[in-house]
């Protein structure tokens, strides 16, 4: 009895109304196949050259021109947003005084800015020193990823004059920190750092940190 009940509330269990929609859309393509067979082995063989030979690539050309507007218009939404939320970090980065949400607008703005320096020119000078600042500051072990990440993202703002505290980072106890001034260096093409930078690509005990210091020299040369 109990299975008999069971059984008939599972029949009465309405369907996922995301089950049922695909179910319908299948359903409609299947129809739609089956309906394009039926007429198109009614039409005249000339009809059906004509369909090939004209219609077929007009569809196809237009269809790839829209996919083309529309990746178009896409991007140009995707940077107007971007160009929105940078105008507004900036404006909180210029309002914050507490030294570690500054620090993070800093790091959050060169991702948003997809880690490049146009459109920070503004604001670069006070991003270098908070990240320089960050870099010679957040010492110990346990710093180590925010102090590395300021090592790479600095070198994003091209100041030269940040080289030589790079290249000095190129020591740091922790290999994280030593790969990340490596990217800086190889952003900033830093061509006073070549000698370092090759020592470093040949003795240091670390894969990564050898890797990205022969990356930095490739960018540099």
């Known amino acids: 009895m109990k299975h008999a009940v069971k059984h008939a509330k599972i029949g009465t269990m309405k369907m996922d109304p995301r089950g049922q929609a695909n179910l319908t859309a299948i359903l409609a393509l299947v129809g739609l196949i089956v309906a394009s067979v039926w007429a198109w082995k009614r039409v005249t063989p000339d009809t059906q050259d004509y369909v090939v030979e004209q219609i077929v690539p007009a569809a196809a050309v237009t269809a790839v021109a829209g996919v083309l507007v529309w990746k178009a218009v896409e991007s140009i939404r995707r940077r107007r947003a971007r160009v929105h939320t940078r105008h507004r970090m900036i404006a909180r980065f210029e309002r914050e005084t507490l030294a570690n949400k500054r620090r993070d607008l800093a790091f959050e703005l060169i991702e948003v800015n997809r880690y490049t320096l146009k459109g920070l020119e503004s604001i670069a000078p006070d991003l270098v020193e908070v990240l320089v600042t960050t870099l010679t500051t957040a010492l110990g072990d346990k710093q180590h990823r925010i102090r590395g990440m300021a090592a790479s993202y600095v070198g994003v703002l091209q100041d030269k ?14 290999a994280y920190v030593r790969a990340c001034a490596a990217l800086g260096l190889g952003r ?12 470093v690509m040949q003795d240091d005990w670390d894969q990564t940190v050898r890797s990205r210091a022969r990356e930095a020299l490739e960018r540099i040369a």
């Not at 004059?161 to 922790?174: G, M, N, R, S, W």
């Not at 900033?188 to 020592?199: E, F, G, I, P, Y």
């Open 161 to 174: 004059q940040v080289i030589p505290i790079l290249i000095k980072a190129l020591e740091d106890d922790h």
């Open 188 to 199: 900033l093409k830093a061509v006073a750092a070549k000698d370092k930078l090759a020592a």
